[in-house]
């Protein structure tokens, strides 16, 4: 059985767009690369995105407010499967 999906290459890796749930274990792929340029918010990278943040807010004071404490003294709740 033969199956398409779209995505994006880059940097070596293949960013499918949507989901792949029924692709299980290893699978032979043959990969198509189109001569066409991806969407500018696709081609960036979000760990230079993240980078870029944490420079950003170097300077930021902390506030005790922004932190509140946890209430451990409310009753915890059992989740069963």
Same mark, same amino acid.
């Given at each position: 059985?033969?199956?398409?999906?779209? $995505?994006?290459?880059?940097? $070596?890796? &293949?960013?499918?767009?949507? @989901?792949?749930?029924? &692709?299980? $274990?290893? /699978? /032979? *792929? #043959? #990969? +198509? *690369?189109?001569?066409? !340029?991806?969407?500018?918010? @696709? +081609? +960036?990278?979000?760990?230079?995105?993240?980078?870029?943040? &944490?420079?950003? @807010? $170097?300077?930021?004071?902390?506030?005790?407010?922004?932190?509140?404490?946890?209430?451990?003294?409310?009753?915890?709740?059992? &989740? /069963? !499967?």
């Amino acid at each position: 059985m033969l199956q398409a999906y779209e $995505g994006y290459l880059d940097k $070596g890796r &293949v960013y499918p767009l949507g @989901s792949l749930a029924g &692709v299980r $274990g290893r /699978r /032979r *792929v #043959i #990969i +198509t *690369v189109l001569d066409e !340029p991806t969407p500018e918010e @696709s +081609t +960036t990278d979000w760990a230079d995105e993240l980078q870029k943040m &944490v420079m950003d @807010s $170097g300077d930021e004071k902390l506030r005790m407010e922004d932190f509140p404490r946890a209430n451990f003294t409310r009753e915890h709740l059992e &989740v /069963r !499967p």
